[in-house]
């Protein structure tokens, strides 16, 4: 059993928050070993922002909406560096870092950009599946919603590199 990050997305917002309930039930089945998950919504004014809109720590840790991967990641999204990972690269890049090294830091966040598209609302799970067919059935099937999973190490790499890249940047900026 591996842990997962999984990106939810569909139709409409209402969607994503009635998933959110139904997951709580999946995890407290035991269906699913969930670690966090939460509402996020994609900004829809042209900022390109990211926002924690419901969040639930799973681990009984009292994590709040920012500690944890997800808050990083999202967090991440709302700042300078995430204007470097997705929207507005060319011309900034090229002012700020190297093209390859933004790149190498892409991964996760461009499948959340490409799948939480600007003003929509997806669910975002940290969760270990034994079978991924609950989840399926309950998101693909029943809420026609789309799933993307991905590998726990692999997100936490990504996150690692961009907050360094956020690090660099920090020390780099005279103001």
Do not use: C
């Not at 720590?57 to 204007?83: E, H, Q, R, W, Y």
């Not at 093209?99 to 669910?123: M, N, P, S, W």
């Not at 034994?130 to 993307?148: A, C, H, K, S, V």
């Amino acid at each position: 059993m591996e842990k997962r990050v999984i990106i939810m997305n569909f139709e409409t917002g209402s969607q994503a928050y009635e998933a959110f309930s139904k997951v709580k039930k999946l995890h407290l089945t035991q269906m699913i070993k969930g670690e966090q998950m939460a509402v996020v919504q994609h900004s829809s004014d042209g900022t390109h922002k990211f926002q924690i809109e419901d969040f639930i720590d799973f681990t009984g840790n009292n994590k709040s909406a920012t500690g944890g991967l997800i808050g990083m990641l999202v967090g991440i999204l709302g700042g300078p560096v995430g204007v470097l990972l997705g929207w507005f690269t060319g011309g900034v890049i090229g002012a700020s870092r190297d093209v390859k090294e933004v790149r190498e830091a892409q991964g996760v966040f461009e499948f959340l950009i490409d799948k939480i598209q600007e003003g929509d609302t997806g669910l975002l799970l940290i969760a270990d599946e034994e079978d991924n067919r609950p989840l399926n059935q309950l998101i693909m099937n029943e809420l026609g919603g789309e799933i993307t999973r991905m590998s726990y190490s692999d997100v936490e790499a990504d996150v690692a590199k961009a907050k360094e890249m956020e690090k660099q940047n920090d020390s780099s900026d005279p103001s």
